[in-house]
Nanobody, 122 residues
């Protein structure tokens, strides 16, 4: 089992940037595809981005493509989500997830962090 801890959330104005981090422990990090989901109040959790186990492939939802970048540092057991040009509709709790299979856009996450809040003010 892998443990995940997110950090980096906060309050930012529209048009600003934030970088989320997710530190993993417990298992060999490079065995896991990593991803981010988000959930706004009253809505279902939605896929945001994923990165393959090697880091060579990345996947994004249409709503964030071109604004967000997912990356991983296997030496640091950490996955990042760089969020630029933030919009009020990006406001949500962001969750880091891991699974030991490369599914691309079908990433679903078997292990989850507790989430970090992102608020984008207009």
């Amino acid at each position: 089992q892998v443990q995940l801890v997110e950090s980096g959330g906060g309050l930012v104005q529209a048009g600003g940037s934030l970088r989320l981090s997710c530190a993993a422990s417990g298992r060999t990090f490079s065995n896991y595809a990593m991803g981010w989901f988000r959930q706004a109040p009253g809505t279902a959790r939605e896929f945001v981005a994923a990165v393959s186990r090697s880091g060579g492939s990345t996947y994004y939802s249409d709503s964030v493509k071109g604004r967000f970048t997912i990356s991983r540092g296997n030496a640091k057991n950490t996955v990042y989500l760089q969020m630029n040009s933030l919009k009020p509709e990006d406001t949500a709790v962001y969750y880091c997830a891991a699974e030991n299979y490369d599914r691309g856009h079908g990433f679903r996450g078997d292990y989850w962090g507790q989430g970090t809040q992102v608020i984008v003010s207009s």
